[in-house]
């Protein structure tokens, strides 16, 4: 299967992003994982490095609206650390099924470890007016 790449044009402009767990497995089921990836924006938040506008977090998938100097860079290091957290706990307690399948669901070529827990990618769409902020956000009727 080929990797398809979004771009980030205009890095410092607010986008959509959906960060997906592999297999779209139900991680965030358990608070102590859904405490990694609120702690890790705060972090970046607070180190000046992303501006969030808003998010919500699934059982197995995120989106947030964000913008940030180097947006690519901000959501990749936050997609690793989370990502090493969450499986460090996962491993720590044995959560043997959810280990298991995370070894299952890694991309062949990613050879320098043993899981993978995010999808790669994160689909960013550039959000260009007040609208299309609002429709980002708005539930289908």
């Not at 994982?33 to 506008?53: A, C, N």
């Not at 969450?86 to 720590?92: A, R, S, T």
């Amino acid at each position: 299967m080929t990797r398809t790449r979004y771009v980030i044009y205009e890095k410092e402009q607010p986008h959509f992003l959906t960060c997906t767990v592999v297999g779209w497995l139900p991680i965030f089921t358990r608070t102590d994982t859904l405490d990694i990836v609120l702690d890790s924006w705060r972090f970046l938040q607070k180190e000046g490095r992303l501006k969030i506008y808003g998010y919500v977090v699934l059982e197995n998938h995120l989106h947030l609206i964000a913008s940030a100097p180097d947006l690519g860079k901000e959501i990749g290091d936050f997609k690793s650390f989370t990502a090493r957290r969450i499986i460090d706990y996962l491993v720590d307690r044995k959560v043997e099924v959810l280990l298991q399948q995370l070894r299952f669901w890694k991309n062949h070529h990613k050879v320098d470890r043993e899981y993978q827990l995010w999808q790669e990618g994160s689909h960013p769409q550039q959000i260009l007016n007040d609208a299309m902020m609002l429709q980002s956000w708005s539930m289908p009727t």
